[in-house]
């Protein structure tokens, strides 16, 4: 059984930072593109960021020069670094593969960037 538990998130201030992180279990992680993706209250469900099996990583154009995605294949986990943390960042992280599989969700984790 495949899972995915992501942790990290908190209340944080405008300007902040934050790392999530999430690690797997039932699949060989390392064989797999890996995403972050976030839902904002009454949005839908947008990829943040994703990295290759090798480490090849992408950000959508919101987050770039913010954010940072890696990942440590010896300890099945992928990492989110959120520096400079915006208000419009609010949202419920979740970790998947990319493309993500439907089965594979999570529960996330809260980040909320509020003063």
């Known amino acids: 059984q495949v899972q995915f538990v992501e942790s990290g998130g908190d209340l944080v201030q405008p300007g902040g930072s934050l790392r999530l992180s999430c690690t797997a279990s039932g699949i060989i992680f390392s064989i797999y593109a890996m995403g972050w993706y976030r839902q904002a209250p009454g949005k839908q469900r947008e990829l943040v960021a994703r990295?290759?099996?090798?480490?090849?990583?992408d950000h959508v154009d919101s987050v770039k020069g913010r954010f940072t995605i890696s990942r440590d294949n010896a300890k099945n986990t992928v990492y989110l670094q959120m520096n400079s943390l915006k208000p419009e960042d609010t949202a419920v992280y979740y970790c998947?593969?990319?493309?993500?599989?439907?089965?594979?969700w999570g529960q996330g984790t809260q980040v909320t960037v509020s003063s």
């Open positions: 998947n593969t990319y493309p993500y599989r439907r089965n594979y």
């Open positions: 990295v290759t099996s090798a480490g090849n990583t």
